[in-house]
């Protein structure tokens, strides 16, 4: 496996803080994001790379693999989880169509790995019979990521289930972790029996700008230092549209403004959406010229 520096990706030294890592990746993943780089197909691989560097280092569980073992972290990260301590994520990677990847793990992914080398043999196999012919249906469970826009949207994704493809649609408000079940697209049975069902296991990918706790969204926008002094109004990204937020005078960074209903759907409630919470950076203004300098000195007089 080649080994990829994590750290070198995120332009971050081997002892960041979780804070210098989530910075990194926020500023990198705004620079390098599909939207800001349309057809790019090198900013594409760069964002994918960032992703994969935040994933890990930001877990302390998977960084702490990654420290010990480099390139091999994922074998030893997945020791326990597959037969024999073997990485079976090699065996159970595949893709979906429009560039978006699609990961077969779990019951499927392990269970069409067995069949197609033993047959009927595999750990998984919930029949003891002696061929085909008694083999009972089996549910399926299969990995797939989207984007958080897609979960706030709703979105569909086209699938190839038993030789045929299968376009199957994704609910607004999925969370990562959902569970999506598909009747009937699991794996044959016998004759005259029901096939099992596909579940889909949901991941949302982690976004430039806006970090989710439950059906809340948060991000952080940047305010002038003069609209900050004096009131004004400041225009914030949201996932459905650009707003007006209006600041009032002596606005300190750092503080936070609520945008009710500005949130992800609620999955089982849909018309209904969380908030979204917006902190506030306040910029210094940069490369002040001599009279600008002297009127900040002179501010500063009469507040002394």
């Not at 945008?259 to 759907?265: A, E, I, N, S, T």
Request: net charge positive; hydrophobic share 30%.
């Amino acid at each position: 496996m080649k080994y990829k520096n994590y750290y070198k990706t995120l332009g971050v030294n081997k002892n960041a803080t979780e804070q210098e890592i989530k910075r990194a990746y926020r500023r990198l993943a705004r620079e390098f994001h599909p939207d800001v780089n349309p057809d790019n197909p090198k900013a594409e691989d760069r964002f994918k790379d960032i992703n994969e560097a935040h994933e890990v280092l930001s877990d302390p569980e998977k960084r702490a693999k990654y420290n010990q073992f480099g390139a091999s972290w994922q074998q030893h990260q997945n020791r326990g989880g597959g037969p024999g301590g073997f990485d079976w994520s090699q065996w159970s990677r595949g893709g979906a169509p429009g560039g978006i990847h699609v990961d077969m793990q779990g019951l499927g992914g392990f269970s069409d790995f067995f069949n197609t080398l033993f047959g009927d043999t595999g750990p998984r196999s919930r029949g003891r019979g002696r061929g085909v012919r008694n083999r009972p249906s089996q549910d399926v469970e299969q990995a797939v990521q989207i984007t958080l826009e897609e979960a706030y949207h709703g979105t569909r994704r086209l699938l190839k289930r038993n030789g045929r493809r299968l376009e199957v649609n994704i609910p607004r408000g999925v969370k990562t972790g959902a569970r999506i079940r598909v009747a009937g697209k699991g794996n044959p049975a016998s004759a005259g029996m029901p096939a099992g069902n596909l579940y889909l296991k949901m991941t949302v990918a982690p976004h430039a700008v806006f970090s989710r706790q439950g059906d809340d969204l948060h991000c952080e926008n940047d305010l002038d230092l003069y609209t900050a002094l004096l009131g004004g109004q400041v225009r914030v990204d949201t996932l459905d549209g650009t707003v007006a937020l209006k600041m009032p005078p002596e606005t300190s960074s750092g503080r936070t403004f609520r945008l009710r209903g500005k949130g992800m759907p609620r999955l089982e409630q849909p018309k209904e959406r969380g908030d979204l919470y917006v902190k506030i950076r306040v910029q210094l203004p940069q490369n002040l010229d001599e009279r600008e300098k002297q009127l900040f000195r002179e501010l500063a007089s009469l507040r002394h």
